[in-house]
Nanobody, 125 residues
Framework: QVQLVESGGGSVQAGGSLRLSCSAS????????MGWFREAPGKEREGVAA???????SYADSVTGRFTISKDNAKNTLYLQMNSLKPEDTAMYYC???????????????????WGEGTQVTVSS
């Protein structure tokens, strides 16, 4: 079992940037397909991005070109750089691990085996 702890959320104005971090422990970090999904009140879970053990990335259409997922295996840390933020990006963002397909994970936000408690991102207009 892997433990995941997110940080870096906050409140920004539209057009601003934030970088989320996710610290992983309890299992060999580099063997996992990992990603981010988000949940907003009254909305379905939405996939954001995912990255596999070879560093191949996938993104949801809504964030392509604005968000970048990356990982530092030496630090057991996953990142999500978010630029050009929009009010519709407001949500709780969860770091997750254990996916088997980056494309499916990024598009659906599902099929992960572990996830953290989330970090809130609020974007004001």
């Amino acid at each position: 079992q892997v433990q995941l702890v997110e940080s870096g959320g906050g409140s920004v104005q539209a057009g601003g940037s934030l970088r989320l971090s996710c610290s992983a422990s309890g299992y060999t970090y580099s063997t996992y397909c990992m990603g981010w999904f988000r949940e907003a009140p009254g909305k379905e879970r939405e996939g954001v991005a995912a990255i596999d053990t070879d560093g191949i990335t996938s993104y949801a259409d809504s964030v392509t070109g604005r968000f970048t997922i990356s990982k530092d295996n030496a630090k057991n840390t996953l990142y999500l750089q978010m630029n050009s933020l929009k009010p519709e990006d407001t949500a709780m963002y969860y770091c997750a691990a254990g996916c088997t397909s980056t494309v499916v994970a990024a598009k659906t936000g599902r099929y992960f085996t572990s996830w953290g408690e989330g970090t809130q991102v609020t974007v004001s207009s």
